[in-house]
RNA sequence: GGGCUUAUAGCUCAGUUGGUUAGAGCGUCACGUUGACAUCGUGAAGGUCAGAGGUUCGAACCCUCUUAAGCCCACCA
């Protein structure tokens, strides 16, 4: 590294700035990182940073929509990535995030439309398929530009080299792979069946696209002629030109003896043959008990249509008008049509009741256009044909096994109930979309000929389908169409990157998606590679604003994640998102949060500068001395040998806030407001402070990747951090030095009982007013723990205590009027401060404290069944916890 | 209608098999600033763990009900 106009000491730079500015390091560091090719898990194997036969870990990056720029809730998906590829790849895996973008076929094509309309006032049908895919192409880019753009920035460590795109080339090619290999196994089909068809973006709708708004409806009940012997309610009379039959319940009286009868009859000028049939489904108690049965518009009257072999005429075409041949109405919108039906029945007398009711409209879950159910020839991926490759089980059978078994596990569990739930529930996927943006359908037409394949047939006059492929198709491929299927699967065999990184490891993305895109990954895989996409499936919760409100352009209360990386820096922006929250939870984020973290980022930066520029740096002959060890020193490095145990546990079970948590507090507490006040004290400590402040660094790269990072190299070091091992916990390997091997003492218990004396000084101190500057005698009776005592006399007067003049003794007269305390036995008087007031108000509170706790706990011990039933070990504490108070209550009495 | 989540300090949240005097960060208040850091330090105040019952020697935690906020699924002719 360049280093101008710096103080440098073998290597090291003692002329760091007061505070961390990530702008002078990020965009640097990142260059740096990208360029060493340590992204890519091949060359870390072919420089040595990882072994060949390492075990892998991978993470395929859940493709982001090329609709937008990224937001917070991406940042929360690379900063838990990047934290879990950090992590396993210090820890010596064989290590891969892959990147990539999703095309977002509806999604796209609408932004994209309506940015049309807004600038130039064309409809894509204006434009023309080739002229308009070009608009789409050219947005794609910019956006996708950005959104590398922005992951680079969060400090993400994905391996560019394999980045991919759900519409690229090779996804194309493995997208007709898969068409065609299903539809050879008799899987994909192509059938009619009524769809949720938007009239505005013309095409289908998953079902899982279609949105609900409730709202105010009108229900008419009427007779559909005078020669039909009863009414039936609906709320839609102009679906009725479609009716083939009146379904009623089977165990309705009213009705039980015109089941199987057929009504010719005119209803409002248009001919209708009318069965009546029975379904178990039909509610007696709504309005009339019957039900007019429109079978090419409406799920449920399909359904019944099929079961009672009705005929299915249609009445509403792709418009969302009313066909030909239907004479007046042809050509009326569904709404007009409904008021001129209305009129006409009113008309004729046969409109009974028009009642207000509420109702749930089915949109379109993209422009909120009210849905058309409408019969349409669609292409379907069937999820209940048994295949032989699935050890005759279907897709649906195969997706449930897996989680059943455990063979994926979703965190947190419950997800796993939501998962079951609904792939119980699935039925036939419907992959075929009426839009322009997406993948081709390898379908081919020519007359009644009909031909699937990869490639184009030859000869002339055959048409491709029209339609393209639902996003989910490419997107439920990702696992693996990223990692050379087809081409590295012949004769059903993985080689190249397939072998060496699938299944992956983890699939991390929010719940919202676990329906959508998890199902049909694992549906997709198990079809292709006959194996599971992933073992676990980690959901994280939205990002929320301070409100709790979703985060969104419209209401504007979204925080651009380069906004605030410009503002606090990214390791700032990836704590916020890592750090106070649960797996499956949403989160609170908010400028104020992230500010708190830029404050530790600058704290880990001063603690750094403070080691570097005031002790000598020898990285190569890390040795500690455990003989001349000091009771802090023992202290500090079992608490760092506890911490390393600690965050690598919570990280293992993905509670990142824990980790997190963990070690904030040794960082902040344990080493900066402790440790380094006591180092100041107790003279040269460099080996140790240094090996702390490695393992530390090391500990805290996966969260914060730059500031250590650019600590690291400030340090000195000439290997990237990235790639520096992760110590094994309990053994340094990192540094060459080991705790307990060192035959280190555990002395934590002592080290924290000094810890409580100094604070119950300085807290006696605070509220006796004394001022700060005020020096004081203190004479301390420890009893047994007097060598301990006596031994961190330096300690206790040199932190913050303000005393300067210190006799120990192992017991002595009550000496009164002074300032008294005690701690675990230990007695101190500190002489010459005394507020009486304060004093007494203090003693007072103090004696009323143990009093309240003596009885509780005298309470408790009276308990036959207490003492009787509670383990032995419970009651012990207990006894040990009344003694120590009532000591110390004696004590205070005196 | 079915299911899920959340409710703990002023705010944001921890609290993993029931045993703590219920914790952290921010904020507030008091004091301080000694050369790593005011993006700082020391200390304090602040909680009927949403409510009601129950199980238990013992409940923030387990069970039942209630209330409130939010989400998902199904569906309403």
Known sequence: ??????????????????????????????????????????????????????????????PPN??????????????????????????????????????????????????????????????GRAKFLKKVWDFAKVTQVTILKQSRKMGASLDWSRQAFTLDEPRKKAVRKMFVEMYKEGIIYRGERIVNW??????????????????????????YSRDFPFAIATTRPETKLGDTAVAVNPKDKRYKKYIGKIFAIDFVGVPLKLKIIADRNVDMKFGTGAVGVTPAHSMVDWQMAEANRLPIVKVINEEGKIKNNFGKYSGKGVLAAREIIAEELKKQKLLEKEEEMDNNLSICYRCGTPIEPLPSKQWFVSVDKKLKRLGDKSLKEKAIEVAKTGKIKFIPERFTKKYLDWMEN????????????????????????????????????????????????????????????????KNRKKSGDLTNYHPTQVLETGYEILTLWVSRMIMMSE???????????????????????????????????????????????????????????????????????????????????????????????????????????????????????LVDKKINSYEFSAAGEILRDFTWDKFADWYLEIAKIEGDKSNILIYVLKNLLILWHPFMPFVTEAIWQEMGNSEFLMVEKWSK???????????????????????????????????????????????VKAIIYAGRLKNLVESQVDLIKGLRTGISE?????????????????????????????????????????????????????????????????????VKKEEEKLKSWQEALEKLKK
Not at 70 to 92: F, Q, V
Not at 459 to 476: A, I, P
Not at 846 to 873: D, G, R, V, Y
Request: hydrophobic share 35%; aromatic share 10%; with cysteine.
């Open 1 to 62: 590294m360049k280093k101008e106009n710096k103080k440098i000491s073998n290597g090291v730079n003692k002329d760091l700035p007061k505070a961390y500015n990530p702008q002078d390091y990020e965009d640097k560091i990142y260059g740096e990182w990208e360029k060493s090719g340590y992204f890519n898990p091949d060359i870390c194997v072919r420089k040595g940073i990882c072994e060949k036969n390492a075990k892998p870990f991978t993470i395929i990056f859940p």
């Open 66 to 127: 090329i609709t937008d720029k990224l937001h917070l809730g991406h940042g929360s998906n690379l900063a838990i990535e990047d934290l879990l590829t950090r992590y396993h790849r210090m820890k010596g895996y064989r290590t891969l995030w892959l990147p990539g973008t999703d095309h977002a076929a509806i999604a796209t094509q609408n932004v994209v439309e309506r940015k049309i309309l807004k600038e130039e006032g064309k409809t894509r049908h204006d434009l």
């Open 527 to 645: 079809f292709a590679l006959e194996e599971i996409p992933f073992e676990k499936v980690y959901l994280h919760g939205m990002v929320l604003d301070k409100q709790g409100k979703k985060m969104s352009k419209s209401k504007g209360n979204g925080i651009d994640p380069i906004d605030v990386i410009n503002k606090y820096g990214t390791d700032a922006v990836r704590l916020s998102l890592l750090i106070g929250n649960t797996p499956g939870n949403d989160t609170r984020v908010f400028e104020e949060k992230i500010a708190g973290f830029r404050n530790f980022t600058n704290k880990l930066w001063n603690i750094s500068r403070y080691i570097i520029t005031n002790y000598e740096l020898s990285i190569t002959n890390l040795k500690i001395d455990y003989k001349n060890c000091t009771l802090a020193d023992n202290w500090i490095l079992e608490e760092l040998d506890e911490v390393r145990f």
């Open 198 to 223: 938007c009239p505005r973006c013309h095409s289908t709708l998953a079902d899982d696209e279609v949105n609900y708004k409730e709202q105010k409806a009108k229900l008419y009940t009427f007779k």
């Open 426 to 489: 699935l039925h036939d996927w419907c992959i075929s979309r009426q839009i322009w943006f997406g993948h081709e359908i390898p379908v081919w037409y020519k007359d009644k000929e009909i031909y699937v394949g990869e490639e184009i047939p030859k000869g002339k006059g055959w048409v491709q389908d029209e339609d393209t492929l639902d996003t989910w198709f490419s997107s439920g491929m990702w696992t693996f169409s990223t990692l050379g299927w087809p081409d590295d699967f």
């Open 729 to 775: 916990v309990g053994s340094s390997i990192s540094v060459g030095v080991d705790v307990r091997d060192g035959g280190g003492v555990l002395r934590k218990d002592e080290m924290n009982l000094i810890k409580d004396i100094i604070i119950s000084i300085r807290n006696a101190r605070a509220e006796n007013k004394v001022e700060p500057g005020k020096k």
């Open 806 to 874: 210190l006799e120990i003794k192992e017991n002595g007269p009550k000496i009164k009027n002074e300032i008294y305390l005690t701690v675990a036995g230990v007695e101190i008087y500190l002489i010459g401060a005394i507020d009486r007031e304060k004093e007494k108000e203090r003693i007072k509170k103090e004696i009323a404290n143990l009093k309240k706790m003596i009885s509780l706990t005298e309470k408790k011990l009276e308990n036959k069944e207490f003492t009787a039933k509670a383990p032995a070990e419970i």
